[in-house]
């Protein structure tokens, strides 16, 4: 998947800052987006082929010493900077500004929210230099980390150094489904049902999708490809997890598991666990962003009717699949996997299928407000309420599998309470069945958002 999909405005932004640095000086970026969904190739995108010298700074959890020793390689050889001794990565800080006092230069640091890991105290030291120096240095510093809210109370929270330092701040979300279809027809495996597939492997995230690119042209059985010992999904949501997780990771992944397994509320959680998961639930969404709380469209933002989802349907696919099967994996048992997934993905997949529907919805920019309904006791339960407080119009829609399951009337029924809720008068209401038979027109209709 060599080509590079979407991302134009960031692309264009990014591009246009450091063309420009002998005008405005110092300019300091921040960019956030999960691992994995393309952030290091954007900004490869960005900045390889411009006139402004790059240099790319990796800040792995090691000790500042082995940080300084190797950064300092990278400048002596970038920059021809042959006599150079830093002693601390404070002191490689320093030099970059002054080194931008006669000539541009954008320096990427990556993972920066792990400086806290190595030296905690650089933060104030970045401050101090960046305060005494960016009027006159010509940088870009773009500081691009994968925790998110690490990120954000980095360069937000009011007590922070660096607090409102940057001058934009970027969030890389995965690819929407109107572009993982235009990856899908590049490669000639577009189809509905292959369409669906994809969404749950991948969820849009550029690296998932050139790994299904690959898969596909070595097997006509996806799964075959996937679950197999060559196949880096099997280890990935370890490696994608494990280290930002920490000691506690074992209690982190029983969670997930859990919620992967249809345990979406709090309490239904802690009574498959048998433990008490409030602190663990918070961090899981407010620290390391990888699960949403739900609650139904027409209740109070303070209400705790909560439900729980993985946000990134990969991972919910790992959890629910391969970490559920972690002795089939450990014996290299994949024939077995591939069959679990045979028996179960379809209902599963179903599931999955809503969310893609919702990020089509999304795509088009055509609602200011979407999500779902359930009553105080769970019931009445309707997949996908999407409104247009603008217009006055509301999308009430169920999805399933195959259209021949929908029912209207089953449907109006069903949405008596939330109308009566959501005091809706004047509104125009939309009922629809969405399924994998209508998926392709359902994206070309809200392909071109509404003017």
């Not at 090691?62 to 601390?88: D, M, N, R, T, Y």
């Not at 990856?183 to 492997?201: I, K, P, T």
């Not at 089939?328 to 209902?347: K, Q």
Request: glycine residues 4%.
């Amino acid at each position: 998947m060599d080509k590079f999909y979407n991302r134009q405005a960031e692309l264009n932004a990014l591009q246009a800052v450091s063309s420009n640095l002998t005008e405005t000086k110092g300019q300091l970026s921040v960019m956030v987006g999960r691992r994995r969904v393309g952030k290091t190739r954007l900004l490869n995108e960005a900045f390889q082929r411009g006139k402004t010298p790059f240099l790319y700074l990796f800040i792995s959890r090691k000790s500042e010493a082995s940080l300084v020793a190797e950064f300092a390689e990278i400048i002596k050889s970038e920059l021809g900077a042959k006599f150079f001794q830093p002693q601390s990565l404070r002191d490689i800080i320093d030099y970059l500004l002054d080194y931008t006092k006669s000539a541009p230069l954008t320096v990427v640091i990556d993972e920066f929210q792990d400086i806290e890991l190595v030296n905690a105290s650089l933060f104030s030291d970045i401050q101090n230099l960046w305060d005494s120096n960016k009027r006159s240095a010509m940088i870009h510093l773009v500081c691009c980390g994968s925790l998110y809210s690490m990120m954000t109370k980095i360069f937000k929270g009011k007590d922070e150094p660096l607090f409102n330092r940057d001058d934009r701040f970027f969030k890389i979300q995965p690819l929407q489904p109107s572009y993982l279809a235009e990856v899908m027809q590049d490669h000639q495996q577009f189809s509905a049902e292959n369409m669906l597939r994809w969404w749950c492997l991948s969820g849009g995230i550029p690296k998932y999708l050139e790994w299904l690119t690959r898969f596909s042209a070595q097997s006509e059985d996806l799964f075959e490809a996937v679950i197999s010992e060559f196949s880096p999904l099997i280890k990935e949501g370890t490696h994608r997890l494990v280290e930002d997780f920490g000691s506690e990771h074992r209690v982190y992944f029983d969670i997930l598991g859990a919620i992967s397994k249809g345990h979406t509320s709090r309490a239904k959680i802690e009574n498959f666990l048998n433990m008490s998961v409030g602190v663990h639930l918070e961090k899981l969404d407010d620290v390391f962003d990888v699960i949403t709380k739900k609650r139904p469209i027409s209740s109070k933002e303070n209400s705790r009717d909560i439900r729980y989802a993985i946000s990134d349907p990969f991972l919910n696919f790992w959890f629910r699949f391969i970490h559920a099967n972690k002795s089939a994996v450990e014996m290299e048992n994949y024939d077995y996997i591939r069959r679990y997934i045979s028996r179960d993905f379809d209902v599963y997949s179903g599931l999955e299928l809503e969310n893609l529907f919702t990020a089509i919805l999304v795509e088009s920019k055509q609602f200011g407000k979407i999500g779902g309904f359930w009553d105080a006791k769970g019931h009445n339960e309707i997949d996908i309420v999407a409104v247009n407080d603008l217009d006055k119009k509301v999308l009430i829609a169920e999805v399933k599998r195959q259209q021949k399951r929908y029912s209207e009337a089953k449907l109006i029924e069903k949405a008596h309470q939330l109308l009566q809720k959501m005091n809706l008068r004047g509104y125009q209401i939309e009922y629809r069945g969405f399924s994998l038979d209508n998926l392709v027109a359902v994206m070309e209709e809200y392909r071109t958002p509404a003017k």
